[in-house]
Structures are given as C-alpha cells and as structure tokens.
C-alpha cells in the first residue's frame, strides 16, 4: 500500500516524469557532469598504471563526489518542498485527508515521488564516475561508501523538506526554511569529507557504519512527525480563510513572538492601520507593508531569524572574534542568509497578484508602473534588508571591542557595501522574475536559480580553471567572471590582525611601489570591488527599467497572455 499500490505515488511520479522538464535536466545534468570528468582528466596518464596511487585521480573523484553532493543538496529542497504546500495551494489537501489513504501512505508517496527524478540524476552519473577507476588511486568501495553517503543525504533532505511542507501554507516559505536548515548540514558534510581525506578508512567506516543510522533516526522523527500533523491537522477548517489572525498566533506562539508596535519589530513588520492613509501615499507600499507580506503569519519570519542567529553565534566567535582575518567568512554567511530569505518577500510581488486574478483591475486604476514597482520593491527590500542586518550587529560589535579592527575602517565599509548590495540584487531579480512568471513558485525557483549562476557559478568555474587549467591563457579571463559575486568581492578585502605599518609593507611587496597603492588597500582589491560594484548597479538598473517598459505596455504582464 505504501508504494506498489500507492495512487498518491502513481500520480506524482506519472506527472513529473512525463513532463519535458525531467528529460532536459537529466541531459543537462550528465553533459554537466561528462565535461567536469572530460576536462579534468588527468593529462599526465597517457596509460593506464594500476599499481600507481596518483593524486590527480583523488582529486578528481572528489571533486566529481563534491559537486553531485552540493548539487543534490539545492534541489532536494526544490523537488519535495512543494510536494504537501503544492496540495494546500491547489485547494486539494482536505480532499487528500480526507481519503482512505493513511497519512504514512501519504507522505511516502510525497517523498518518494520527489526523490525519484533525484534518484534518477545521482545513478546515471555511476557510469561516468567508473571510468575513473582505471586510473588508480580510487577503491570500487570507495565510491560505494560516497554514494551511499550522498543517497543518506539526500533522502534525509528530502524528508526535511516534505516536513516543512507540512508546517506552511506556501511552498515559497517551506523552501527557504528548508534550504535555511539544509545548508549547515551539507556544509557540515563536506567538512567532514575533506577532513577525513587523509585517513580513508575512518571516512570509510564513519560512512557506512554511523552516517546511514544517523539518517534514518532523523529522517524516521521526521517522518512520524509529519504523519502525526496530517493525521491531526491544525491548519484545517479554514473555510477558505487565507488570511493569519497575527493576534491569535503570537498569543499561541512558542519561542520568538513579532511584536508590531514594538523596536526593531516595527521595523520590517509595522503595525496594520487603523486610519485613513495620509496624501500621497503610496496603496502599494502601504499594502503590502502592513497587511500582505505577513498576511499568511510570521511562522517563517520567526524561524528564519531563530536559525539565523543560533548559527550566527559560532561563526561570529570564530570568523570575527579568535580569527579575525577570516571575516570574509562571516561576510559570505550574512551574504547566504540574504540569499535564502530575501526572494521570498519579492518573488511573489506580481505573481500574487495573477494568481488572485487582481493583476488585471490593478493595471487599469490611476497607479502608475513607477508607483507599483518601487512598492512592491521597497517592502519586500525593507523586510529582507532588515533581517539581514540583524546578523551585521556582531561586525559592528567587533569594530568597536577589537581594537585591530580600527585600522580596517575601509574594509567594514566595503563589506557593508557588498551586503547592501546583495540585499538590493536579490529583491530586484525576485521582482524581476515575478513579473516575467506567472507562478510564485516558477519565479522563485528561477530567482535562486539566476542567482547561483551569478555568484556560485564563477567561483566554481575559477576554482577549476585554477586547479586543471593554470598556465591556460584563457585562466585569467575566468578569473574576472568573478565580478559577478559578493563572496569574491568579499574575499579581496580580508581583515589584517597586525599593525597597520605591516600591512602597508606587505601590500608594497605585493603591488611593487607606490603605484600600486590607493588610500592604503592593493590596486587589485579595488579593481575587483569596483568592477563587482558598477556590473551590480548597471545589473539592477537595467532590470529595473526592464520591468518599467513592460509594466508600460500592460498587456505584456496582464493575464490575457497568460
């Protein structure tokens, strides 16, 4: 019943198999992967050497282990986040529980259907990993014990999300608190991975032996813990009610509570209005602030800050206080989290409205696009921008306890540039896509989708190039794709422990005169700033405007095209 003659199972897997999608990202997948093994292939094996233990092989099978890890980890997320939110939004839950499937039933067929197409991608690139065994240096265990490590991972992401399906109403919400406590455990995984790469039969036995129980508790908690809220639902009864009494649900509320009308809560969630609004006032903006951003509840809200700060407070001890020159790390965290929480807010700005079918009466009032757009951005970049500076206190805290620090005045400024910058791309390219989509969920998909292409991506590619390709001449020019990302802009300004006198010897060692000085910092690190600065300005402008013409011409954002 769970899963040969399971119809929630049948459906699913009939539905996402069938569609073209599936078949196109399993090409793009293996192409992907074959040029990674095609262009990192060891150059100096002309012929096969069985007896020989060579490095490159090593490396070359992590990195091809790493990078299907770190892959499987994003899309976990994106295939089960949805499976239960998708039934809530199409009105079909309280049908489903009302059937005489079982809720286990119910939420093994959710979650092997979401995994299924995952499953589909990590076994077809077995193949192509084999052929790296010839070479030597890799055991046929080995391999194994990776894969068995990555499928563990992976179905223990998967429940993850279907969990946080369960939680929320919005399937924009459950993936962002998914992705929020998936992504410390995959960092976690791949530290454990490349600590233990000298000792391989520890990571070996830690393998096989601890990690597959240590993922079935977690995922069976997890799984028993979804059934138990299917089988008692508290989100039922609703009676199409799709508005949250915030009232009600900070009085019930365990941990964190929103207070409205209080500092610094007023300040991404301000209270609703009781009065008229004043002369030119903008509807959008005071709409969307006051009664549609946190019209579904704060539940999201309450655990992205939780999490947020719970993991802020190691890496802020670490990153800022006993290695301060390693605050580009901690730069890149704040970074992540502005990542992960900021789209949500803007992703749904347009699509919300399609989907209630308002889009087309908004487009005929007296508002104009410039009023609509800067609305539905400014709200969505307030809420994101100020739960991310939520985590910038600690870096004003170590300005101020350190006195190290006071001698790198310039590189706070730069980070608070990058992440305000980040905050700014995010919420436009959130917009961006809701005004091209017509589903919150496609646009948010394809947001964090541009997004990593824009900052991971490069970095990836400069990583390879660096690694396989040194002395390649086109090596540089790879090199300077990584304007494109924040972590890159992060990394040229680290923070210098020593006095400032060391500091300026150092860099006269590295730029080679004068000349190569600007108000103390090396030339290179502001040529990259300042190249990632002007590409993420003319970036947002042009999307900005980009939305403004289509806006202009309504009946290309109208649903008569939909």
């Not at 069938?18 to 997948?29: E, I, K, S, W």
């Not at 000298?198 to 813990?225: H, K």
């Not at 487009?363 to 400014?378: A, D, E, N, V």
């Not at 980009?546 to 309504?554: D, N, P």
Request: net charge neutral; hydrophobic share 50%.
């Amino acid at each position: 019943m769970y899963l040969f003659e399971n119809p929630v199972l049948q459906r699913e897997l009939l539905v996402n198999l069938r569609m073209p999608r599936a078949f196109l990202l399993l090409l793009t997948y293996q192409l992907l992967l074959a040029a990674v093994v095609y262009f990192a292939w060891p150059k100096d094996n002309i012929r096969l050497d069985l007896t020989a233990n060579p490095e490159s092989t090593r490396q070359l099978v992590n990195l091809f282990f790493l990078g299907q890890y770190i892959l499987a980890s994003l899309m976990a997320p994106s295939f089960a986040a949805g499976a239960v939110t998708g039934e809530k939004e199409r009105k079909t839950y309280e049908m489903l529980l009302a059937s005489p499937l079982q809720p286990q039933a119910i939420v093994m067929g959710k979650l092997v259907a979401a995994l299924t197409h995952l499953a589909i991608l990590i076994f077809a690139s077995l193949p192509i990993v084999m052929l790296c065994l010839p070479l030597g240096g890799v055991s046929f265990y080995e391999v194994l014990a990776a894969y068995l490590a990555l499928i563990c991972s992976v179905i223990t992401f998967g429940m993850i999300s279907v969990w946080c399906g369960s939680l929320f109403k919005r399937t924009s919400a459950s993936l962002v608190v998914s992705y929020l406590l998936i992504l410390p455990l995959a960092i976690i995984g791949v530290l454990f991975w490349q600590a233990l790469e000298a000792r391989g039969e520890t990571r070996f036995n830690l393998t096989v032996v601890v990690l597959p129980g240590m993922a079935a508790a977690l995922s069976i908690t997890l799984f028993y813990l979804t059934c138990s809220r299917m089988l008692y639902p508290p989100d039922m009864g609703s009676e199409g009610k799709e508005v949250v009494d915030l009232d009600q649900e900070a009085a019930e509320a365990i941990g964190l509570v929103i207070q409205r009308d209080q500092f610094p809560d007023r300040l991404f969630a301000p209270p609703k209005r009781e009065t008229l609004m004043d002369d030119h006032t903008n509807p959008i903006y005071d709409k969307e602030m006051r009664s549609e951003i946190f019209g579904q509840g704060t539940l999201m809200l309450r655990l992205a800050i939780q999490i947020s700060m719970i993991l802020a407070i190691p890496l802020m001890a670490v990153f800022l206080y006993i290695y301060g020159s390693m605050a580009p790390w901690y730069i890149s965290y704040v970074c992540v989290f502005n990542i992960l929480v900021g789209p949500v807010f803007s992703a749904g700005s347009v699509t919300s409205e399609r989907e209630r079918q308002t889009l087309d009466l908004l487009l005929t009032t007296i508002i104009t696009p410039w009023q609509f757009l800067w609305g539905k951005l400014i709200s969505g970049l307030r809420v994101s921008s100020v739960l991310t500076s939520f985590l910038l206190w600690p870096l004003v805290l170590a300005l101020i306890m350190v006195p190290e620090y006071w001698s790198n005045i310039p590189t706070i400024v730069a980070y608070l540039m990058i992440v305000g910058l980040t905050c700014l791309t995010t919420a436009i390219l959130a917009l961006f896509c809701s005004t091209v989509f017509q589903k919150t969920g496609t646009s948010l998909i394809v947001t964090y989708t541009v997004i990593l292409l824009l900052y991971a991506a490069p970095l990836a590619g400069s990583f390879f190039a660096r690694n396989y390709f040194p002395d390649s001449p086109a090596t540089p020019y790879v090199e300077y794709t990584t304007i494109t990302s924040p972590f890159a802009a992060a990394f040229q300004f680290p923070i210098y422990m020593d006095d400032l006198s060391e500091q300026q010897s150092n860099w006269k060692k590295a730029d080679s005169g004068e000349e190569g000085q600007v108000m103390g910092y090396p030339l290179s690190d502001l040529r990259h700033f300042t190249g990632y600065f002007f590409f993420t300005v003319l970036l947002n402008l042009l999307l900005f405007q980009l939305m403004i013409w289509l806006f202009g011409s309504r009946w290309r954002v109208s649903m008569s095209t939909g």
